[in-house]
Nanobody, 117 residues
């Protein structure tokens, strides 16, 4: 089992920045692909970004490309999501997840990000 705890969310003005962290425990995440997802009120949970375990290959949703950066520090068992030029439409609960293969098997409880206009 992998336990994931997100932190770093908060209230920020449009154009501002935040860095989310996802601290893992229970197992090392060095062999897990990691992802960030978000869910806005009344909407489904959407993919934001992912990073592979082997080469740290990254992927992003079109809506965040060029503004968000996912990274990982396996020594700290932590994954990050650097968010810049935030927009009101980025407001959501952000979730971290770990994948052992084709699905995300472990999820955190989320951290709220609110962007004011």
């Amino acid at each position: 089992q992998v336990q994931l705890v997100e932190s770093g969310g908060g209230l920020v003005q449009a154009g501002g920045s935040l860095r989310l962290s996802c601290a893992a425990s229970g197992r090392t995440i060095s062999r897990y692909a990691m992802g960030w997802f978000r869910q806005a009120p009344g909407k489904e949970r959407d993919f934001v970004a992912s990073i592979s375990w082997q080469f740290s290959t990254t992927a992003y949703a079109d809506s965040v490309k060029g503004r968000f950066t996912i990274s990982r520090d396996n020594a700290k068992n932590t994954v990050y999501l650097q968010m810049k030029n935030l927009k009101p439409e980025d407001t959501a609960v952000y979730y971290c997840a770990a994948s052992t293969g084709t699905t995300y098997d472990f999820w955190g409880q989320g951290t709220q990000v609110t962007v004011s206009s």
